[in-house]
């Protein structure tokens, strides 16, 4: 079973930022949290990952409690390509066990 | 750079056919990967190969799917007989897992339409 839970589906206004939640409470010491995005019809696309800091590249920020125990990822100027389907995955022993994902939709 | 390349895109078949799905990964990835992925849901991992080896398979159903990748590069699945519940998506990922946390790339997957 997924590791993680996120909302089902969230709405941002085109050009502003998206932030998506994910809580992970029972993230252990040594796992990785990795966020991945499908577009329709497409397989899925690597964002971003993480272990303890928060980490940012091209595509996106993501922000990890200093717990540990629930992230952020963050879309800093959403634009209409960004609607997809997003996962946050907690890497367990080389596996992706991915859930049921946010489902982003971007609105003009 | 060319990514994961998977063939055929769509296909059609009756039920109790035999049906193949081939995966090339991208070049100098070690690790390749298998997923289904049901309408709606998030995918499912089949099988996983480290070079020719596969490290796991426990969630691959042995009797009737089967999987090779000859000589630690390009791949095969195989479904024989198939059912009507294998309509799915059929994605394959490769990475390269040299410090164990590698990004996995996503090939656009096969979708599979059993009648």
């Known amino acids: 079973d997924a590791k993680t839970t996120q909302p089902p589906s969230m709405d941002c206004a085109e050009g502003r930022a998206a932030n998506l939640p994910c809580n992970h409470s029972t993230i252990s010491g040594n796992e990785y949290v990795y966020w991945y995005r499908?577009?329709?019809?497409?397989?899925?696309?690597?964002?971003?990952?993480?272990?303890?800091?928060?980490?940012?590249?091209?595509?996106?920020?993501?922000?990890?409690?200093?717990?540990?125990?629930?992230?952020?990822?963050?879309?800093?100027?959403?634009?209409l390509r960004d609607t997809a389907?997003?996962?946050?995955?907690?890497?367990?022993?080389?596996?992706?066990?991915?859930?049921?994902?946010?489902?982003?939709?971007v609105k003009p | 750079e060319a990514g994961v390349v998977q063939s055929p895109r769509y296909k059609i078949i009756e039920k109790k056919q035999p049906v193949a799905f081939w995966c090339n990964?991208?070049?100098?990835?070690?690790?390749?990967?298998?997923?289904?992925?049901?309408?709606?849901?998030?995918?499912?991992?089949l099988i996983r190969y480290e070079n020719e080896e596969a490290v796991d398979d426990s969630q691959l159903p042995k009797d009737r799917f089967s999987a090779e990748r000859l000589k630690?590069?390009?791949?095969?699945?195989?479904?024989?007989?198939?059912?009507?519940?294998?309509?799915?998506?059929?994605?394959?990922?490769?990475?390269?897992?040299?410090?164990?946390?590698?990004?996995?790339?996503?090939?656009?997957?096969?979708?599979?339409?059993?009648?």
């Open chain 2, 25 to 45: 990964p991208i070049s100098g990835h070690n690790t390749l990967y298998w997923y289904l992925q049901n309408l709606g849901q998030g995918p499912e991992l």
């Open chain 2, 72 to 115: 630690g590069v390009d791949s095969t699945l195989k479904i024989q007989p198939a059912e009507l519940g294998d309509s799915a998506v059929y994605l394959c990922a490769s990475s390269f897992e040299g410090t164990g946390v590698g990004e996995q790339f996503f090939g656009p997957g096969t979708r599979l339409t059993v009648l």
């Open chain 1, 38 to 79: 499908q577009i329709h019809s497409q397989g899925p696309q690597y964002i971003i990952h993480g272990l303890k800091n928060n980490e940012t590249n091209e595509m996106a920020s993501l922000i990890i409690t200093e717990d540990r125990k629930s992230s952020t990822l963050i879309l800093p100027h959403a634009t």
């Open chain 1, 85 to 105: 389907v997003y996962y946050c995955i907690v890497r367990d022993t080389g596996k992706l066990i991915f859930g049921q994902g946010t489902t982003l939709q």
